[in-house]
């Protein structure tokens, strides 16, 4: 077979359809429509295989036919040339992810792709690693930092005292390792990091500020009645303990999920705090929170201002986020205008504690009932797959009673827990049936 010359690959010419013009030992010019390419060819397994080696004239014919040649030597030494190619190119993808940063911010994207990760839990991750590790070991090769530069990584945060943060981040990068070996870019010895990297102390636990003291309690609802901001900021002051939901959820509300007449908020799962697959899953349930006379009555008073349709707690200012919303820190911003110390003291997220604690203690409610109307799971093994019980007769019972309560405490009348009236265990059991049958017939 007669080589191809340079003057016959310039004067071949473009058709409509591509063909190859052959130069022997499997090199061919593939002539498309619009330009020339350099092919090689050979059968694997019975099947024609063609690799490209670049464009002419930018691959000139000697380069091609150099190129050819490597090739043919792979195959006289039984390695495939496509095979070897692909493996190249993936060793190239790896090399490109050499920093540790560059590897992070893949592990990231994955991550939040298998585990639907929420957009403000993915920027909550994305954050700390730039603020705690990037810095120092971001722009390093992954495979050249040293067990020690992790560490001080991690003994920055340990020093100013967020040990909850240190024990996150470490999570985070011992997850990133373990990335880098699952895409070949180092050896499972490599991934040292693990529980005890850093030596790190286990975080302490601390609970959302709340009053259960009910001295002090009636203080604080006297003082939010007589708060003198925004009307909306007062009213979601006043609602927040008498509904106890997360202030997330009291912040979204939405008219179109109230019914006044019938008393109900009804919670769609898209404004809860649960995992972002259930928010999406049609057969999550929305959470129904009954609503006491004393909460209606406060969202027929702001109906007029916000209503009848969009978030019940509107933005009534210009924020520059364009938010419709109040701002998230708004109640604690008006706790902590009261005088209240949102760390310390009370938080809006608290009354959630306050009234799973006064509910319990002074008016004797089943502590399954008071979890159901918390939007907490049973604590039961697989006990969210079977019991779906919603508690609403008892919960719309309880919440009236509570509401009731939350009266008498703001009036300075409170009653005696019901641990201190009782003795003994049947006594107790006694006094709690007369109460709950008490809250029934009132319900009724």
Known sequence: MRQLTELQIRSARHRDREYFLPDGDGLFLRVRPTRKIWVYRYSRDGKEV???????????????????????????NGVDPKQERRATQERDRVQRLNTFELVARAWHAQASKDRQWSADYADKVSRALEV?????????????????????CLHRIRDRGHFETAQRVRGYVREIYQYAVDIGLLEPAQNYVNERTGGLPAPRERHYAAITDPKQLGQLLRDINSYKGQIITRAALRLAPLVFQRPGQLRFAHWEDVD???????????????????KRDSRTPAHVVPL?????????????????TGPVFRNMARRSDGSRYMSSNTINSALRTLGYDTQE?????????????????????????????????????LGDSYDRTTFIDQRRAMVQAWADLLDQIAERKIPEPIGRLAGRGDERAMLYQEITNEQSESAA
């Open 292 to 308: 006491p006379r004393q909460a209606v009555d406060i969202l027929r008073d702001i109906y007029p201002l916000t209503g009848p």
């Open 260 to 278: 006044l007449e019938r008393a109900v908020w009804t919670c769609p799962p898209e404004k809860m705090k649960i995992r972002e697959w259930k």
């Open 345 to 381: 003291e009370i938080t809006g997220h608290g009354f959630r504690a306050t009234a799973r604690t006064l509910i319990r203690e002074y008016l004797g409610w089943d502590v399954e009932v008071i979890e159901r109307h918390l939007a907490h799971g049973s604590r039961e093994e």
């Open 132 to 152: 705690h590790v990037f810095p120092w070991v971001g722009r390093h090769p992954l495979a050249s930092i040293a067990p020690t530069e992790i560490v001080r």
């Open 50 to 76: 063609k690799l490209g080696l670049g464009r002419y004239p930018v691959v000139s014919l000697a380069a091609a036919r150099q190129k050819a040649r490597v090739l043919m030597e792979q195959r006289s």
